[in-house]
């Protein structure tokens, strides 16, 4: 591809992500030049990695109890949301660590299968 080529399809893309906007947040990327920069400023905006917003979510994590009889289903989409938003603001859980908040997270109509999966030798990897 050459740079032309590249210039050109950068500005399409510019244009696509422009066009998706509400006019707020159109105003906010008007002086972007590429779509790169446009982006950029759209995570900033949107995606805030400040110490503030991490505490709140490791909160909102640590604090989500299913309620006995509630769907597990729903549950683990409610925790997969804060894990995600989480990761977006570059707060990662190890894997294992994700998995002792979750099982901690469960009602007690599941306390059979947290024993299983404690008890399980090397049961994370």
Same mark, same amino acid.
């Given at each position: 591809?050459? /740079?032309?080529?590249?210039?050109?399809?950068?500005? %399409?893309?510019?244009?696509?992500?422009?066009?998706?906007?509400?006019?707020?947040?159109?105003?906010?990327?008007?002086?972007? /030049?590429?779509?790169?920069?446009?982006? $950029? /400023?759209?995570?900033?905006?949107? +995606? %805030?990695?400040?110490?503030?917003?991490? &505490?709140?979510?490791?909160?909102?994590?640590?604090?989500?109890?299913?309620?006995?009889?509630?769907? &597990?289903? =729903?549950?683990?989409?409610?925790?997969?949301?804060?894990?995600?938003?989480?990761?977006?603001?570059?707060?990662?859980?190890? =894997?294992? =660590? %994700?998995?002792?908040? $979750?099982?901690?997270?469960?009602?007690?109509?599941?306390?059979? &299968?947290?024993? &299983?999966?404690?008890?399980?030798?090397?049961? +994370?990897?």
């Amino acid at each position: 591809m050459t /740079t032309d080529q590249w210039r050109v399809n950068d500005e %399409k893309a510019l244009a696509i992500v422009s066009m998706r906007l509400s006019p707020p947040f159109q105003m906010m990327v008007r002086n972007a /030049t590429t779509a790169a920069e446009a982006w $950029l /400023t759209l995570e900033r905006y949107f +995606v %805030k990695r400040n110490l503030h917003n991490r &505490i709140n979510l490791r909160i909102k994590l640590h604090e989500l109890r299913m309620a006995q009889g509630d769907d &597990i289903s =729903e549950h683990m989409l409610k925790f997969d949301d804060i894990v995600m938003a989480m990761e977006a603001i570059g707060d990662l859980m190890e =894997e294992d =660590e %994700k998995l002792v908040v $979750l099982l901690g997270s469960v009602s007690a109509d599941y306390d059979g &299968i947290v024993k &299983i999966i404690e008890n399980k030798p090397d049961s +994370v990897k």
